[in-house]
């Protein structure tokens, strides 16, 4: 049977902005909208679309917007540290260098994805001109025990046997690139959980900063609030990195075995 295509929830944004011809500021541009708690409530990125669901200017959106904190409740205005050094912001310039890290991964993601397309593409054609080539040998067999020829039954029966192992190369390498699939999706929610754990530790670089000067962004301000949001972050980033390594070793293992059936039939052609 085909493979089911994947789709996944789209991201917040994207949604709103479809739910209406006039979407409002954030669904447009994802800045943030004041919570009651005086804190930041901003829109969320909850899932991730594939390059083959979504325009270009929607993984613009997707990709281009990661980074304004999707996803956190608390977050310190940047306006409320602006008087404060450089010099004394060391953790949150290197907080922010994660960040970037992160939407390193998701833009390497990305390029991954693109490529597995290409791939399919190419596997798609081997697979049918593997079928194309065990009706032609079969073909040639069956004529060459009609002629009672001994050597051109040999060589067709050998022909037959390549054709038919091109099979089994064409059907692993297709469930290779499956489970790679699966791979570059886990990969891509790591990169997202990257991300959001990255903002939530600048959120709380600052709201640290804050607190050593004395400065309180809000009413009901409190560094246990960012700190207790930077550790949930923090803990899905871990659980999504652990489940995309799994999905990185469950395809490197398909890879060498699509890798020798591809060696056994090269052999057999000699």
Same mark, same amino acid.
């Given at each position: 049977?085909?493979?089911? &295509?994947?789709?996944?929830?789209?991201?917040?944004?994207?949604?709103?902005?479809?739910?209406?011809? @006039?979407?409002?500021?954030?669904?447009?541009?994802?800045?943030?909208?004041?919570?009651?708690?005086?804190?930041? @409530?901003?829109?969320?990125?909850?899932?991730?679309?594939?390059?083959?669901?979504?325009?270009?200017?929607?993984?613009?959106?997707?990709? /281009?917007? &990661?980074?304004?904190?999707?996803?956190?409740?608390?977050?310190?205005?940047?306006? $409320?540290?602006?008087?404060?050094?450089?010099?004394? !912001?060391?953790?949150?310039?290197?907080?922010?260098?994660?960040?970037?890290?992160?939407?390193?991964?998701?833009?390497?993601?990305?390029?991954?994805?693109?490529?597995?397309?290409?791939?399919?593409?190419?596997?798609?054609?081997?697979?049918?001109?593997?079928?194309?080539?065990?009706?032609? &040998?079969?073909?040639?067999?069956?004529?060459?025990?009609?002629?009672?020829?001994?050597?051109?039954?040999?060589?067709?029966?050998?022909?037959?046997?390549?054709?038919?192992? /091109?099979?089994?190369?064409? &059907?692993?390498?297709?469930?290779?690139?499956?489970?790679?699939?699966?791979?570059?999706?886990?990969?891509?929610?790591?990169?997202?959980?990257?991300?959001?754990?990255?903002?939530?530790?600048?959120?709380?670089? =600052?709201? =640290?900063?804050?607190?050593?000067?004395?400065?309180?962004?809000?009413?009901?301000?409190?560094?246990?609030?960012?700190?207790?949001?930077?550790?949930? !972050?923090?803990?899905?980033?871990?659980?999504?990195?652990?489940? $995309?390594?799994?999905?990185?070793?469950?395809?490197?293992?398909?890879? @060498? =075995?699509?890798?020798?059936?591809?060696?056994?039939?090269?052999?057999? =052609?000699?």
């Amino acid at each position: 049977m085909p493979r089911p &295509a994947r789709i996944s929830e789209a991201p917040t944004i994207l949604r709103a902005a479809s739910q209406s011809h @006039t979407p409002g500021a954030a669904a447009l541009t994802g800045r943030p909208e004041p919570s009651d708690d005086g804190g930041m @409530t901003t829109i969320g990125l909850s899932g991730r679309l594939s390059p083959r669901q979504v325009s270009p200017f929607a993984l613009l959106c997707v990709i /281009g917007i &990661a980074g304004c904190g999707g996803g956190l409740k608390y977050k310190v205005d940047d306006s $409320a540290i602006d008087s404060i050094s450089s010099g004394d !912001k060391q953790d949150v310039f290197a907080a922010q260098n994660d960040l970037e890290v992160a939407h390193s991964e998701q833009r390497t993601v990305k390029t991954q994805i693109d490529e597995l397309d290409r791939e399919r593409s190419v596997a798609k054609n081997e697979k049918e001109q593997a079928s194309l080539e065990v009706e032609k &040998a079969g073909t040639e067999q069956e004529s060459a025990n009609a002629s009672h020829d001994e050597n051109r039954a040999n060589s067709a029966r050998h022909g037959k046997e390549i054709a038919d192992m /091109g099979v089994q190369v064409s &059907a692993a390498k297709m469930a290779w690139l499956d489970e790679k699939e699966d791979w570059l999706d886990a990969s891509a929610k790591a990169a997202d959980a990257h991300e959001a754990a990255a903002q939530a530790k600048v959120e709380l670089a =600052k709201a =640290k900063l804050a607190q050593q000067k004395g400065i309180k962004p809000s009413g009901d301000f409190s560094v246990g609030n960012f700190e207790e949001q930077w550790k949930d !972050k923090n803990d899905d980033w871990q659980s999504a990195k652990k489940k $995309a390594d799994s999905e990185q070793k469950s395809t490197q293992e398909r890879e @060498t =075995k699509w890798k020798e059936i591809s060696t056994q039939q090269a052999k057999m =052609k000699g």
